[in-house]
């Protein structure tokens, strides 16, 4: 069982930065692989970037690449997403995920333990 909370969001005009985190709590947390998504409004909700559980894989939905990185921190039970470059279109949800597996996942029914979401707002 893993638990998580996502922390960092908020508003930030375009070209700017944020951090999320997230802290996940459980034993198995550093045997995990982990994920960011993201939900905007009528939309579906898709991933951003994953992260095998020692950290050495990293993957990025395109519309990223270049612009976030995902990292984790395996002693403090901690994943974050730094996001670069932000533009009004990643305005949304962002939702830590972690899956029962230690390799990266890329779609949404691959995680089986989800955050509670942190809203980022981009302003033109």
């Known amino acids: 069982q893993v638990q998580l909370v996502e922390s960092g969001g908020g508003l930030v005009q375009a070209g700017g930065s944020l951090r999320l985190s997230c802290a996940a709590s459980?034993?198995?947390?550093?045997?995990?692989?982990m994920g960011w998504f993201r939900q905007a409004p009528g939309k579906e909700r898709d991933i951003v970037a994953a992260i095998s559980w020692s950290g050495r894989i990293t993957d990025y939905a395109d519309s990223v690449k270049g612009r976030f990185t995902i990292s984790r921190d395996n002693a403090k039970n901690m994943v974050y997403l730094q996001m670069n470059g932000l533009k009004p279109e990643d305005t949304a949800v962002y939702y830590c995920a972690a899956r029962q597996e230690s390799y990266v996942g890329w779609g949404r029914r691959d995680y089986n333990y989800w955050g509670q979401g942190t809203q980022v707002t981009v302003s033109s």
């Open positions: 459980g034993r198995t947390f550093s045997s995990v692989a």
